[in-house]
């Protein structure tokens, strides 16, 4: 069994490539058409960002249940929240230099029909104008990340004193368990913020109070598939030789949860616009569904909760890395898409080339972007899993229990 | 009909007889335990299909619910609530609701027929503890050979079982 992960050239070279292509793919959009070079920034951070986060959530749950099976693999999700040292500076980048071609409300000439036209959209921005301003956005994305980087940082340190201190060990798991608590009011009281700001504030006008829950459970979601598919690439290197269908199954489980939980969200926020029918909150729906494309809308559900529900359902199906692989991919692949549509409709009409009327727009910078962000993310997060001597946690309490775990079913 | 009975109070032990009881194929006719030991059913490879009848059972819910959904609400009596269609987005909620309601007493339904349970029936087997804490093997003793019988108690005798009895 090895014991320690290391970062192999081939590795390396793989994130490098793929940040060299997202680097290309950047300068080419950011030459062609900056408001689509601005949306791609914002849409690719934003759903490694919210990965990162969601496994960092992912990991508390794992501490505040005390869950013994998991306890192996803590390292994966631990790693996954390095990402959010880059994922500031582009937030940063966005804020300062991309607001006015990504946001609305700091240029609503430039993204608002008629906006001088009617004065009714002027009343609306003013009202919102305490909140949605540039220096008070600047100072919210500093909380947000101070707040998230602290917690999550505290997790990690705990975590490196518990590996070193076989003395104390028991007391740094202690800790680590207390600050998961700390970690989770922290980051869902913020993370609805983040979630208004960085992605319903794409449409000023509409508002739901509904939209950061179905967010944070999308991100808790997701992020359990991404674990899934680096738990299986390392398992395939042979760093977790012990694993056995029930280690599978209980990762599965967190797709199966993940996916119903996933399609409640989905749906309330959905079913409630559509039956309250009232114009300003319907429009959202209205333009993805109408304008947008009504096959990516109807899609989204379907890879998101169809799909998964469906193929894990069965006992044999659900305990199958191989099926586990296949899901999980096509459940970031519905992540990906959920975040498209959640980016992309409000801006479509300002990209160069789209005439009067909105229809998807994805292309090679598309591509090429988020691969680069692919790259970025691999390389933070594998990094930092290759510094820590041991892939496995040395003075963890539950570590023998993982080893060892074993389902009746 | 005499049986032979082993009663435990540890379900490690009880494991651990179960493992070899599978190793001597004996005919174990009934075991009776206070909670749920899933392993048992694994280690005697009994497979339920109760879990598929519940999935069949929840597809009828399904079914059934947005059938009568869509009876009521389009063909009956259509009304006109607040201009919506008829056909409306609000039916899961109430097709998730009775899908639960529905599956979960068929399947409850299912059991006691499998079971050969009704209210009323009177107990097949009486014995003092099996209604506490006790685990307890029955086996039938006119399924056994002597030396059959001779290799059990052997085995009860060994994985610590706290009693050996016959009823």
Partial sequence: MKKQFIFSKKLQTISLILMVIGLIAGILAYMADTNRFW???LMSNYFFLLLALGAAFWMSLQYIAE????????RVPES???YLVPAFIFMLALVFFGLKYVYPWANPEGHIEDFNKYPEFKEILEVKEPYLNKNFFIIRTLIFFVVWFLTTALLRKFSKKEDNDKAHALKWFEK???????????????FIFAGFDYLMSLEPFWYSTLFSIKELISGFFHASALIILIVYFLHKKGYYPFMNSSH??????????GSVLFAYAWYFQYMLIWYGNIPEEAEHYFLRRFHFSQSLFVLNIVINFFIPFLVLLPNKLAKNPKVLLIMSITILIGFFLDVYLSVFPPLVHTFAGVGEHIHPV???YEIGIFLGFAGLFMFVVFRNMAKRKRILPVNHPYIEESLLHHNAH | MSKLVAVYNDDKKLMDAADQLVKAKAPVEEIITPFVIEELLEKFHIKSNIPLLAFFYGVL???SVFAALYYTFVVDYPLNIGGKPNLSLTFPVLMFIGTILITVL???GTFFVMAKLYPGKDPEFEYPGINDDKMVVLIDKSKLTPSMETKLREIFETTGAEKIDEV
């Fill in chain 1, 39 to 41: 949306a791609n920034i």
């Fill in chain 1, 67 to 74: 869950a013994g099976w998991s306890a192996a693999f803590k």
């Fill in chain 1, 80 to 82: 996954f929240s390095y």
């Fill in chain 1, 176 to 190: 680590s368990r207390f600050f998961s608590k700390v970690y989770i009011f922290a980051f869902s009281l913020t």
């Fill in chain 1, 248 to 257: 599978w199954h209980d990762f599965s489980k967190y797709l199966f949860m």
């Fill in chain 1, 362 to 364: 994805f292309g090679l």
């Fill in chain 2, 61 to 63: 819910g399904v079914t």
């Fill in chain 2, 106 to 108: 068929s399947t409850v």
